[in-house]
C-alpha cells in the first residue's frame, strides 16, 4: 500500500471513530483527537490516559530483541503523556505470543517493559496474555497533570514559532527501539513557559506538525535550514518523513521563544530546543521554506500503520 493513502486512510478512520464516540459524561475533557485523554482528577488535577499497540513486522522485526521490543512497548505511552506535560503513573500491559517459546519470549518482553517503568517511576499494575500467530504488545498507561501545565494540540496562535527537542531522521536504524520520551523537557517548559500546543514526532515531522496545524486551525511553515538531522538520518526527507523519533514539537509565543534558550541551558544538564518553524494564517496544512526563500509542499510522509 502507498505509504501516504495508508496514513491518509488511518486519519480518517480516527475521525470516523470520534464522530460516532458521544462523550456524556462532564468530568471528560478531552476525548479522541489528541495524544491522551484527559478526564477530571482529584484537586487541581487532571488524569491522561493512553494506550499504543505494537505489532511485529509494522513496530518491529521478527526476531528483534524482546527486551527492546518491551522497553519501546512502555516507552511510546510515556512520550503521549510527556506531550501533555503531565507524569506517567500506572500502567496494564496485554499481548499476545506465538506458542513456541512462549515463556522465554514473555520473560524477555517483560525485562523491558520493566527497564522503562522504573526508569519512569511507573507501577505495572495488571494486564493479560493470549495466543498469536505474531507476537503483539499493547500498553495503556494513566498519567497525571496538574490542570495549569495541561498541554493540548489545538492552541497555536498566529506568529508562534515551533521548537523540536532534538534531532530528526533515520530512527529504523534501531534508535526506535531505545529512545528516551522526553519528559524532563516538558515538565520544564510547562513549568517556566506557557507552552500554547504540543505532540510528539510518532509519524515524522511533516504528518505530526500537520495534525498540530489542523487542530490549532491554522498553516505551519517550516524552515529547511532550521530542521535538525540526525546523524543516521540520509537527508530532509528522512527527516520530515521517517517516523518513530519520539521527539516533541511544540509551539511558543515569539516572546516566549526568544528567552527559551537561555532558561533552558540553565538546567543541570543543561537542555536545547531547536526553531524549526512558525504557525500562520495564510495557509492550511505545512509547508517548507527552503534555504533560498521559496516556500513549497511537502512530500507525502512515508511511515504508516496500516
Aim: glycine share 12%; net charge positive.
Amino acid at each position: 500500500m502507498d505509504s501516504y493513502l495508508g496514513n491518509i486512510k488511518e486519519c480518517r478512520f480516527i475521525h470516523s471513530l470520534a464522530s460516532g464516540a458521544k462523550i456524556t459524561d462532564p468530568s471528560v475533557v478531552k476525548g479522541i483527537g489528541d495524544d491522551t485523554a484527559v478526564v477530571r482528577g482529584p484537586g487541581n488535577k487532571y488524569w491522561l490516559f493512553t494506550v499504543d499497540m505494537l505489532a511485529e513486522s509494522v513496530h518491529f522485526k521478527k526476531g528483534e530483541d524482546l527486551k527492546k521490543v518491551g522497553y519501546k512497548a512502555m516507552a511510546v505511552s510515556v512520550s503521549d503523556i510527556a506531550s501533555m506535560g503531565g507524569l506517567p503513573r500506572y500502567a496494564l500491559v496485554s499481548a499476545g505470543f506465538p506458542r513456541q517459546g512462549f515463556q522465554e519470549k514473555a520473560r524477555r518482553l517483560m525485562s523491558g517493559l520493566r527497564q522503562c517503568a522504573s526508569r519512569y517511576g511507573i507501577s505495572i499494575i495488571g494486564g493479560d496474555t493470549n495466543r498469536s500467530d505474531k507476537l503483539v504488545v499493547d500498553v495503556f498507561l494513566a498519567g497525571e497533570v496538574e490542570q495549569r501545565r495541561l498541554v493540548l494540540r489545538g492552541g497555536g496562535r498566529k506568529g508562534d514559532v515551533l521548537f523540536v527537542t532534538g534531532r530528526l531522521g533515520g530512527s529504523q536504524s534501531g534508535r526506535h527501539l531505545c529512545f528516551q520520551p522526553r519528559v524532563r523537557q516538558a515538565r520544564f517548559l510547562t513549568a517556566h513557559f506557557k507552552v500554547r500546543a504540543m505532540i510528539d514526532l510518532s509519524d515524522g515531522l511533516a504528518l505530526d506538525a500537520s495534525r498540530l496545524a489542523e487542530a490549532c486551525r491554522l498553516g505551519v511553515i517550516l524552515f529547511e535550514e532550521k530542521i535538525p538531522l540526525h546523524p543516521d538520518a540520509a537527508g530532509l526527507k528522512s527527516a520530515l518523513t521517517d517516523g518513530e523519533d519520539y521527539e516533541l514539537l511544540f509551539a511558543l509565543s515569539s516572546k516566549d521563544a526568544g528567552r527559551l534558550n537561555a532558561a533552558a541551558s540553565s538546567q543541570r544538564p543543561p537542555l536545547r530546543f531547536i526553531p524549526v518553524g512558525v504557525l500562520t494564517d495564510q495557509f492550511r496544512g505545512v509547508r517548507l521554506q527552503r534555504r533560498d526563500g521559496v516556500v513549497r509542499g511537502l512530500p507525502g510522509p512515508s511511515f504508516s500503520h496500516f
